[in-house]
């Protein structure tokens, strides 16, 4: 199974997952996890480009190719293969990412023809949560901002994503969790809104 987490910036992405996958392995699953931008030097120079401290000039168009381009080389060297070896693979951020956050300041069905070759997740898990919360959380947790972590962006990137999320609703199984609910309740929310669509291995 291919499951991919989404959700604004702030949204507690990073603790969900941990017990998602703690909620995943205990359920008799064999969990990989992994991420994008990858550890690859396409995702390392995604990473780069996106600091505010960047020095280096870019374009939107030149940032939502190399995602692509990340994105596909994450599908062949590493998430195809744990697939294949029988791994329920977990990703931090994948297509819906992309197709919302590119699409905020460009085409939208650009964004989408220039993902077409990404295989679709089995399953996506949206965190929802208020902006006012995800700003708290980045202005807690982070040292340097990146560029789409503004208030106008993420209330502009909010909209995109209930798109993105509604077009795919008939052929992709979106579960959504509460991104307000306190850290330490993490783990009963997922519990209670995923045990359906996971069942126990």
């Not at 990146?146 to 798109?163: N, Q």
């Amino acid at each position: 199974m291919f499951i991919a987490v989404e959700g604004i910036d702030g949204s507690g992405k990073s603790t969900t997952i941990a017990e998602l996958e703690k909620f995943l392995v205990a359920r008799g699953y064999t969990v990989h996890r992994t991420a994008e931008p990858t550890k690859l030097d396409t995702g390392r120079a995604i990473r780069e480009l996106l600091g505010l401290k960047s020095e280096r000039p870019y374009t939107r168009h030149e940032l939502a190719l190399l995602f692509a381009a990340d994105r596909l080389r994450h599908l062949e060297e590493e998430v195809e293969p744990m697939l294949a070896a029988g791994k329920t693979v977990l990703t931090d951020r994948y297509l819906f990412s992309s197709l919302a956050y590119q699409s905020a300041d460009l085409p939208y069905e650009w964004v989408r023809e220039l993902n077409r070759f990404a295989r679709l997740p089995d399953v996506v898990v949206y965190i929802g949560v208020g902006v006012d919360t995800a700003l708290s959380r980045i202005a807690r947790f982070r040292q340097n901002a990146e560029i789409f972590e503004t208030r106008g962006f993420l209330e502009k990137l909010t909209a995109t994503y209930e798109r993105v999320l509604a077009e795919y609703a008939d052929r992709v199984t979106v579960a959504r969790l509460n991104g307000e609910v306190a850290m330490d309740g993490i783990a009963a929310d997922i519990e209670k809104r995923l045990s359906g669509i996971f069942p126990k291995s």
